[in-house]
């Protein structure tokens, strides 16, 4: 079946260094790939997405990645601030009647400052 | 619009009771989906409904669990009977037929005893 796995599961960092989270999905059907943002006691709200004819997006201090050939998508934060401490979930999605998404575990981010 | 909106925000039952959980999504929305939250096991998709209709209840865990969509505004998630195992954020999102984004409700935090 559908399976998104995610890393790390805890990343801390210095305010100012950068992060990275990685993501691979296992439907070669999925062609949408968001990453949502979730903050402690809040909702998971969609902070960047990308599709699958574009190998890479950016929006300010956040940038996504994806190799299809390998299955692979990431999410890199520069510039880090105490902020963007929140737990981070990647996702994969396909048209199946409807969009199903499928979210990896998510990983814990820790900006100390 | 105000977004997706779920009840109740928390429920505290004892094992063995029925719990109903409640979702109206944004209007003009034709997907609703609903995800359980664990520490554990991350953000889990238990059913999505595409115009009204069940589409993939494959994450649904068991025959306990049960979901319903009778209208475009209004869906619900029963647990009969209820155990502690199910103590979880039940989160309810919607999306567009034309646009994969999810928008989450407030999530129901469930407590089983």
């Known amino acids: 079946g559908e399976n998104v796995e995610q890393h790390p599961s805890t990343l801390s960092v210095q305010e100012g260094d950068s992060a990275v989270i990685k993501c691979t999905y296992s439907?070669?059907?999925?062609?949408?790939f968001p990453w949502y943002k979730q903050e402690l006691g809040k909702r998971p709200q969609l902070i960047i997405d990308?599709?699958?004819?574009?190998g890479e997006k950016k929006d300010q201090r956040i940038a996504v990645t994806l190799n299809k050939t390998a299955k692979h998508f990431s999410l890199h934060i520069t510039e880090t601030q105490p902020e963007d401490s929140a737990v981070y979930f990647c996702?994969?999605?396909?048209?199946?009647?409807?969009?199903?998404?499928?979210f990896g575990a998510g990983t814990r981010l820790f900006v100390k400052a | 619009d105000a977004g997706v909106i779920q009840s109740p925000r928390h429920e505290v039952t004892e094992m063995g009771q029925e719990v109903t959980l409640r979702c109206k999504p944004i209007?003009?929305?034709?997907?609703l989906f609903w995800y359980r939250q664990t520490m554990m096991r991350g953000l889990e998709l238990l059913i999505y409904?595409?115009?009204?209709?069940?589409?993939?209840d494959s994450g649904m865990p068991e025959d306990r669990f049960s979901a319903k969509m009778p209208n475009a505004s209004f869906s619900t998630l029963k647990i009969q009977p209820s155990e502690p195992r199910d103590s979880a954020v039940y989160f309810c999102?919607?999306?567009?037929?034309?646009?994969?984004?999810?928008?989450f409700g407030s999530g129901t935090q469930l407590s089983v005893l």
């Open positions: 999102a919607s999306s567009s037929e034309y646009n994969e984004k999810l928008f």
């Open positions: 439907d070669s059907a999925s062609n949408y």
């Open positions: 990308i599709r699958s004819n574009v």
């Open positions: 996702a994969a999605s396909r048209y199946t009647g409807g969009f199903k998404t499928i």
């Open positions: 209007s003009g929305h034709n997907s």
């Open positions: 409904f595409n115009n009204n209709v069940p589409i993939d």
